[in-house]
């Protein structure tokens, strides 16, 4: 089990640096996600009766927190592209819409736990918070390389 959990974090860091260096960003994407799935499946232990019933509430949730975040994102990268002409109002707008969207990606994730803990026992509520920093923390480690 932790062999096929540590090759597809492998793969994906692989495919991280080269959809990076190709410029297939949706396709890096894609498979990113790809790769996260089938770690939280893997490490969770879902039946796949729960898949069935997890997965599209999960992808649900990080579409969601995609286009929360992104928002945000937009607004910072416009006063960015400013620089020094953005006004003060300008950056404390976009400061705060970065603020407000990490509340709001935390109301998301709670709205979502509800849902899920209708599908997941206990343990496994547990593990998927286990799984998902696995997987965060493996990225962040393959990007530092």
């Known amino acids: ?20 260096q190709s410029g297939e960003r ?8 790809d790769a996260k799935h ?8 879902l039946t796949p009766s729960q898949q ?8 649900a949730m990080e579409h969601e927190i995609f286009q929360n975040n992104f928002e945000a994102r937009v607004a910072a990268q416009t006063v960015g592209k400013r620089g020094n002409n953005a006004s003060d109002a300008e950056c404390f707008e976009a400061a705060k819409a970065i ?3 990490k509340v709001k990606e935390g109301e998301i994730e709670s709205r979502y736990f ?4 209708q599908v997941l026992n206990k343990r496994q509520m547990f593990l998927l918070k286990q799984a998902e920093m696995t997987f965060t923390r493996t990225m962040l480690r393959g990007r530092k390389q």
């Open 26 to 33: 949706s396709k890096w994407t894609a498979d990113m996600l």
């Open 1 to 20: 089990m932790t062999t096929r959990i540590v090759t597809i974090i492998v793969a994906a860091i692989a495919l991280c640096a080269s959809a990076q």
């Open 38 to 45: 089938k770690l939280i499946i893997e490490q969770v232990g």
């Open 114 to 117: 509800e849902k899920f803990s």
């Open 99 to 101: 603020s407000d969207a």
């Open 52 to 59: 069935e019933q997890f997965m599209p509430l999960y992808e």
